[in-house]
Nanobody, 130 residues
Framework: QVQLVESGGGSARAGGSLRLSCAAS????????LGWFRQAPGKEREGVAA????????YFADSVKGRFTISQDNAKNTLFLQMNSLKPEDTAMYYC???????????????????????WGQGTQVTVSS
């Protein structure tokens, strides 16, 4: 599986910004769905954003559309999540993930079903205060 290490979490005030990074190593397939998930205490895990290395428009959850962007630096095998106009409800543990077996359509439509082929980072905490 792919090894993923997140960084960039922390605390911010409402309206502020944070940028998460996810450094990846160990890619063995030609294409992957790359994405960010989050989980707040007492809530289910939520897919936040995703892109497919094969192209296509990125996916964003309705709750973050217009505020978050997802990008990747192929040369550095790094995935980013730029979070702007943060809200207290964005407070959660954020995880990056990658999966070589997710169809591009499922990736950019938000239909990514995680499973045994999904690799996860250790998570980074984001806390937004009002």
């Amino acid at each position: 599986q792919v090894q993923l290490v997140e960084s960039g979490g922390g605390s911010a005030r409402a309206g502020g910004s944070l940028r998460l990074s996810c450094a990846a190593s160990g890619y063995t397939y030609n294409s992957y769905c790359l994405g960010w998930f989050r989980q707040a205490p007492g809530k289910e895990r939520e897919g936040v954003a995703a892109i497919h290395t094969g192209g296509g428009r990125p996916y964003f959850a309705d709750s973050v559309k217009g505020r978050f962007t997802i990008s990747q630096d192929n040369a550095k095998n790094t995935l980013f999540l730029q979070m702007n106009s943060l809200k207290p409800e964005d407070t959660a543990m954020y995880y990056c993930a990658t999966d070589p077996l997710v169809h591009p359509y499922d990736c950019y439509s938000g239909s990514w079903s995680v499973g045994e082929s999904t690799s996860w980072g250790q998570g980074t905490q984001v806390t937004v205060s009002s």
